[in-house]
């Protein structure tokens, strides 16, 4: 497999977007964009900011890069490049996996079984 970002999202939201149709989550109309994150820790961080009192159960989309049709553009510098954001709704031939994230008690996620980006 080549290079894979990953995408947090709601598993009941995911669940219910029209399979026929590429993926936007929930923000892409005010954002214009998908946030992903590259590696584990990163996707774990980014959960704990932005979804921890979102008590919904989440997946992880892992998103193979070179498949991606719309732009991807690291905006969080040269050197971080931990945080692409995809520009346009997602084909989905490029999403190749999908895996549960597990959290405590308290709402902070867990490190997923997810193959490094």
Known sequence: MS????????????????????????QFEAEGFIHCSN????VV?????HY???RRMYVVLVIET??????????????ERIHPH??????RDAIVD???I????????LPPPLPAA
């Open 86 to 91: 995809i520009y346009g709704p997602l084909n």
């Open 3 to 26: 290079d894979v970002t990953y995408h947090l999202v709601p598993g009941e939201y995911y669940r219910d977007t029209d399979r026929r149709a590429p993926y936007t989550p929930e």
């Open 39 to 42: 590696g584990v820790k990163n």
């Open 102 to 109: 597990l959290r405590r008690s308290d709402g902070a996620f």
């Open 66 to 79: 070179a498949k991606v049709v719309p732009e991807i553009v690291y905006e969080d510098g040269d050197t």
């Open 45 to 49: 961080i980014a959960g704990n900011t």
């Open 52 to 54: 921890k009192d979102d």
């Open 98 to 100: 999908i895996v549960p």
